[in-house]
């Protein structure tokens, strides 16, 4: 047998639907006026850093020719202008031993005019220069046998940190 709702039902069931209402529209109007999101305005960390790294292409087979076409490269292609800001020498750019003061120094065959004139080009392009370093006794690449020495920042921290400084460099991948 059907049953029509009686009065009282129908007066319940229209309060449900109204109470429900009232809910979703709270809902909506609540996420929708919410207050921004604050933040420092100190202009670090706007958005993500972007840039290129050589790794990701080229793994150890780089040297200053490639590094100097890819920040070209970033320019011409307009990749700078939309945000992308960093060029990373990944792995593999250094001597594979330290100079007899214990400071890092490029690799005089793949980075025959130094690691600071290369820093100075990416920074004429209008680029940040970021560089590689381990904290370990070797790289990664090192661990894994695919590049020669033991460069890495194990015992070495400050001393690096006080080099990449003197190089101008802005980014520190530092591999763990």
């Known amino acids: 047998m059907i049953r029509s709702l009686t009065s009282p039902r129908r007066g319940r069931f229209a309060a449900l639907l109204a109470a429900a209402a009232l809910v979703l529209a709270g809902t909506v109007a609540a996420t929708t006026t919410a207050p921004p999101a604050e933040a420092l305005d100190n202009g670090v960390a706007r958005t993500p850093p972007m840039g290129w790294n050589s790794w990701n292409t080229f793994g150890c087979n780089i040297n200053e020719a490639l590094i100097r076409q890819m920040a070209d490269a970033m320019v011409s292609s307009g990749m700078r202008d939309a945000g992308y800001q960093y060029v990373v020498v990944d792995d593999c750019w250094m001597n594979p031993n330290r100079d007899s003061a ?7 065959g793949r980075f025959p005019s130094g690691m600071k004139a290369l820093g100075d080009y990416i920074h004429g392009k209008g680029l940040k220069f970021g560089i590689y370093q381990a904290p370990l006794a070797e790289t990664c690449a090192q661990y894994f046998d695919s590049y020669p020495g033991s460069t890495g920042a194990l ?12 190089w101008g460099v802005d980014f520190l991948k530092y591999d763990w």
């Open 102 to 108: 214990g400071n890092l120094q490029g690799d005089p």
């Open 155 to 166: 015992g070495h921290e400050e001393q690096d940190a006080r080099q990449f400084a003197a």
